[in-house]
């Protein structure tokens, strides 16, 4: 109980070690940050078009590269700084009441909830940093001539190279299937490594797939508004799959995440009631606890419980680890539902629980243990490992732990491989809890992302759109072909990110455990699918911009 998960050689029962739950944060961290900075730096090119006119104006009567770094820099920052405070007000208003959340199943104590000086700092310092770069890196068109935003031209399309990432990490976990590495280094290096391919590919291969999505739009577009809308996004793929990208992540993750826990939970979850899984429980005296107890320490009225089928001692193994023991095939014979003997073995290497990693619906001894090389009298020599109760009723079996924890009140609690087997399901569930959350705070700030996007491309074209409206546009039309510009690219990208997140834990399923993929609960989809819509609605409510900026004095030459 005093031992941290960490410090355990051989793994701690209960607990998770460090290392684990940084990484799994760390996962969950990113898949957050990621659509935040890509917020970022979508807010810091709003209306980037307009400025880029206005500073190289400016460079035409003498601003010099300098200036206009400084200028930019500093609208950029005030604005991200202004915004920074803002979030740090609303974070410390809301967090009472966002401890009461239960994330991983339990609600937090508002301390959990504390923000270090690192955490300050990093971000706010890093937010009005990262705005500033953005705005830099937006205006570098002017930092080369004055002229550079009168002599733009279409951007190169992508390439179909785009997808090699993406295919060579599926391929990597394909690859695995069958031939899983025997080492848990060596599987976390191969299934790890295909995962980051695949989501490397995503990015890389999202402007691609977004110009052919578009390609397709405007070669079927039987509308004007379809039209414009499909040869604007094939024009410049990259700028429309910039706003969605950072979904790719967040619903990457959360495919994977939701099919893996899904699929295991199904697989490996607990166990229907009449499984001997179920039915026994096991306590065990594992070499770090203290000395094993000797046969006459094991309570004798465990047997005359009524409903108490078996009572078996397991014997350690002197030439396999902790977990394996010994049974003599005698004794596996007499008890037939925990499995059998191979033809011609005397004495069988079990688990301590005589369950083990086996399918956890085993009613019949149809489960053949690997033989021992020891002989049926030297068994009883052997510390023992533990006590296994066979029980016929729920009565009899909490009667049976009530006498084992009476006995041996140290160690680990006396407890069935499917109450085991339950507690893991509902602490992947928490994790599944973590998904979600990234699920619902992603979508929305793709939506803000979609809606400042927005807002700076009729900031940009407000001049077109109102020639066009003079020339006799209807102004829904206009209004369709932003909307379309906009769901073309998250529909695409949802689509696709969450197929692909799909298939990859399908390979890692079927390389690490066998598993075929359980298609996730319908709560899944219909969470996606209120986020999409949370994020459409955003959008949405930029389109009353239209009216107002493309009106008829809008169309005069300044």
Known sequence: MTTSPSDCGNGCYVGINHDGMTLVLSVVAAALLFPVLIFIGTATRLAATRREQRFAAMRLIGATPRQISVISAVESTVAAAAGTAAGFGLFFALRPALATIPFTGEPFFSADLSLTGIDVLSVGLGIPLGAVVASCLALRRVQISPLGVSRRVTPKPPRAWRLIPLVVGLAELTYFIGRRPGTTNGQITAYLSGFLLVLIGLVLAGPWLTMVGARALAGRASRPAALIAGRRLSDDPKAGFRTVSGLIVALFVTSVATGIITTFVANRGEPRTDSVAATSLAKSFWPEEGPAPTADQIPAGLTAIPGVRSVTVVHRNPDRDAWQGLVTCAELDRLAVFGSCPAGAR????????????????????????????????????????????????????????????????????????????????????FQQLANVIILASLPIAGCSLAVSVA???????????????????????????????????????????????????????????????????????????????????VASTLPLLRRITGPETARNE
Do not use: C
């Not at 020339?471 to 039309?477: A, F, I, P």
């Open 456 to 538: 700076g491309g009729l900031s940009d074209r407000k001049r077109p759109f109102s020639m066009l409206r003079l020339t006799g546009v209807q102004l829904h039309t206009l209004r369709r072909v932003v909307a379309l510009e906009t769901v073309v690219p998250l529909l695409l990208v949802a689509t696709v990110a969450t197929g692909l997140g799909f298939l990859a834990a399908h390979l890692f399923l079927r390389a690490q455990l066998g598993y075929p993929l359980r298609a996730p609960d319908l709560s899944f989809y219909l969470m996606v699918g209120g986020g999409l819509a949370v994020s459409l609605g955003i």
């Open 347 to 430: 004495v069988a290497q079990v688990a301590s629980d005589l369950i083990g990693m086996r399918a956890f619906d085993l009613t019949s001894d149809t489960y053949v243990w690997d033989a021992a090389g020891i002989s049926p009298a030297e068994v009883d020599r052997q510390p023992i490992l533990s006590v296994v109760v066979d029980t016929t009723s729920r009565s009899a079996f909490e009667r049976a732990r009530t006498l084992l924890v009476d006995a041996f009140p140290l160690g680990r609690f006396p407890i069935s491989v499917g109450e085991w087997e339950a507690n893991s399901a509902r602490q992947l569930r928490q």
